[in-house]
């Protein structure tokens, strides 16, 4: 698949075959051209364009095919293929437009001071060391967890932080709260209840007593709080339309931060032009 094959088809159509919107696409083409043009020593030419070198990064993103499969559709050799990709994400990362806040949006208003924190996994190989560290209880397998930070005001992911898939949720929020300066409340499950320590106000859903019922109170404050909470799913869903994270995770364990952020940093750009 080409770029140039791709200007048949609707920005629906595109959108569904690429990962992106076809604007998103255009800027992260001109971040490309900007970074080529700014190198002392350009070297060979790539003998594919820049559109087709970021298509081809994005269809390892999006569809975590395999790099022979996309040397033989690209007629590029299989390492040709792996330098490509590293260059794209690089460039696109050392940019800057696509990353996350560096710091938490706080607004004027109290009311939108608030967070929400949700753990997500993704399935790795079986590590040759300290297989120990990566293994999860939860999903029975050797995993990666990553914690999203997610401001619904701002619609805005302001934090990914990675960690071991042995290592419980609240140890990982505990270690990440810096990114948190200014918030005062959070919303998540009772599993994060530890975070009072640290000077949080928890927003979480009442639970039922044995032989008790909820009064309607407290079943509308639940009801309210899933109407927000949700938010964080739709999230999560839009970072694993990329296959990599959501498939088995086989590069180098190095990497996944930096792709994760780099995702995390689309969605951003797709949630600001809705």
């Not at 395999?66 to 792996?82: K, R």
Request: glycine share 6%.
């Amino acid at each position: 698949m080409r770029y140039e094959h791709l200007k048949r088809y609707s920005d629906t159509e595109f959108k569904r075959l690429v990962g992106v919107p076809r604007e998103l696409f255009s800027e992260m083409v001109s971040v490309i051209h900007d970074a080529e043009l700014q190198k002392r020593r350009p070297g060979r030419r790539h003998s594919l364009s820049l559109e087709d070198q970021l298509l081809l990064t994005l269809n390892y993103l999006r569809l975590y095919t395999t790099q022979l499969s996309l040397s033989a559709s690209y007629g590029i050799a299989e390492s040709n293929v792996n330098r490509t990709i590293h260059k794209i994400e690089n460039i696109l990362v050392k940019s800057r437009r696509f990353a996350l806040p560096k710091k938490a949006m706080v607004t004027e208003d109290e009311d939108f001071n608030w967070v929400i924190l949700d753990c997500t996994e993704t399935e790795i190989e079986r590590p040759k060391k300290k297989q120990w560290r990566y293994y999860s209880g939860k999903k029975k397998k050797h995993t990666l967890k990553t914690q999203v930070i997610y401001h619904p005001k701002s619609q805005q992911i302001i934090g990914i932080d990675i960690g071991f898939g042995r290592e419980h949720d609240i140890h990982l929020a505990k270690r990440t709260t810096h990114r948190l300066h200014g918030i005062r409340y959070i919303m998540r499950d009772l599993g994060y209840y530890g975070l009072k320590e640290k000077g949080f106000n928890l927003l979480i859903p009442y639970k039922k007593q044995k032989k008790l019922d909820l009064t309607g109170v407290k079943k509308s404050f639940n009801k309210q709080l899933s109407n927000y909470r949700i938010k964080i799913e739709h999230i999560n869903r839009l970072i694993k339309i990329f296959k990599i994270t959501s498939s088995c995770y086989r590069n180098r364990r190095k990497r996944f931060g930096l792709r994760m952020n780099l995702i995390a940093g689309l969605v951003n750009w797709m949630n600001r032009a809705l």
